[in-house]
């Protein structure tokens, strides 16, 4: 049995924010292909339209107690969760799973023996 690479997902969680409470599921292995499509957004909306009909795979957003479905026009979501999303999962797509080694000291030169 192998590992399935194409078949992770990321759970959003805004603790902290405005947005407590909310909870958005986005595949988090897009291929480099998809990601250079992603990459070509010029516009926060682009970003959106992309990441909604390529990653986005559940929410649990409501509006007045009924549940928002997930082709929510962009335009009729609050800019601030949007962006809060959009960064929130480039940062997972490229950043770096495992903690860094310690920063290296301040840079000085070591001593002559």
Do not use: C
């Amino acid at each position: 049995m192998g590992f399935d690479i194409y078949n992770n997902t990321v759970v959003l969680e805004f603790q902290g924010t405005r947005y407590h409470g909310a909870t958005v599921t986005l595949r988090a292995d897009v291929s480099l292909d998809e990601w250079e499509q992603y990459a070509q957004a010029e516009k926060l909306r682009d970003e959106w339209t992309w990441l909604a009909a390529n990653a986005l795979v559940s929410w649990n957003l409501e509006r007045d107690g009924a549940a928002l479905p997930l082709d929510t026009p962009f335009g009729k979501l609050p800019v601030g969760f949007v962006r809060l999303v959009v960064r929130k999962w480039t940062g997972i797509v490229v950043g770096i799973d495992a903690p860094l080694g310690q920063p290296s000291p301040d840079g000085g030169t070591a001593e002559a023996p």
